[in-house]
């Protein structure tokens, strides 16, 4: 049972947000259907309506389209295609953000301060974050709290005070990932912010907000009874709603639980179908544990 746990915080605990997961679009209902089929793995229909949305001049989609094809992500490697719908993508988030649409500025600034399809240059995507965030982008003050948090930027120097301010206001917008971040801050003892009480509360309103990431920290403080009583069966539900919300992590951590009976019934179905939706998600133990126990 040790064993188990110390396995599942391994792989949990520790994990991060990555900023490769597609743009969120909150306005158009092709690029919405566009994700909802990316992130059920079908991705011949993901990448048609990303298409056909970005045909519509949605620079979000432009944008997730070029990151498939500069990756080779379920697509073939086309770099020419890529570069073709960043152009595009850049175009489209430079008109919005002209046109104070916050979103737009994120889009530019995600560009820029990862290097994608545009010179990289922090700076420059920080400018682009902080107008969004200005113009109450959620997303954006999410950004901004990442760079100070990492300390990243020629002129920034490294400030949990300054994160946690973006952070909490990405999260009073009902941003989970804010709220995470929070969490996550006290959860490992950064700066004045140390008090693993809050980690729990910023996780599961996190989780209310049906964030996966939130529920799935949130899972880990029962499995491992932090600061709450351990509660395997909880810890269990937790990890099952991360999954249905497209949380890797908790896919992974739902599978092993299932493949060890720990809070369930053991059940090698059970747990396969969880290591493959979370390898799908790109969850690398996932796909690790997905095949060493394929039968």
């Known amino acids: 049972m040790k064993i188990f746990i110390k396995m599942l915080i391994i792989i949990g605990v ?8 597609p743009v969120e679009q909150v306005n158009n209902t092709t690029a919405k259907d566009a994700r909802n089929a990316y992130a059920k793995g079908n991705y011949k229909k993901a990448v048609k309506l990303y298409k056909k949305a970005c045909d519509m001049n949605d620079g979000h989609s432009c944008f997730d389209l ?85 300390g990243r930027g020629r002129k920034v120097k490294r400030s949990y005070d300054k994160a946690a301010k973006f952070y909490t206001k990405a999260c009073d917008m009902k941003y989970g990932l804010g709220c995470v971040k929070l969490g996550n801050m006290h959860r490992d003892r950064k700066g004045a912010y140390r008090s693993y009480s809050k980690a729990i509360e910023y996780y599961k309103k996190a989780c209310d907000m049906n964030d996966g990431r939130g529920c799935s920290n949130l899972g880990y403080t029962y499995l491992i009874g932090t600061r ?20 890797g992590l908790g896919c992974g951590a739902a599978g092993v639980m299932y493949a ?36």
């Open 14 to 21: 520790f994990g991060i947000v990555s900023s490769a997961k």
């Open 66 to 150: 070029g990151v498939m094809y500069r990756k080779g992500r379920k697509v073939n490697r086309n770099r020419n295609k890529a570069a073709e719908f960043f152009e595009k993508a850049e175009k489209l988030y430079k008109k919005a953000c002209d046109m104070n649409d916050g979103h737009g500025c994120f889009g530019l600034g995600v560009m820029y301060v990862n290097g994608i399809g545009v010179k990289g240059n922090y700076d420059k995507g920080m400018k682009y974050y902080k107008k969004a965030c200005d113009m109450d982008d959620a997303h954006g003050c999410f950004g901004l709290g990442v760079i100070y948090e990492k």
């Open 228 to 247: 709450v009583k351990e509660n395997h069966e909880k810890a269990r539900e937790l990890f099952e709603k991360s999954c249905d919300l497209n949380d």
């Open 260 to 295: 060890n009976g720990v809070g369930v019934k053991k059940s090698y179905d059970k747990s396969m179908g969880f290591y493959t939706k979370a390898c799908k998600l790109g969850d690398k133990n996932g796909c690790r544990n997905l095949e060493k126990y394929k039968k």
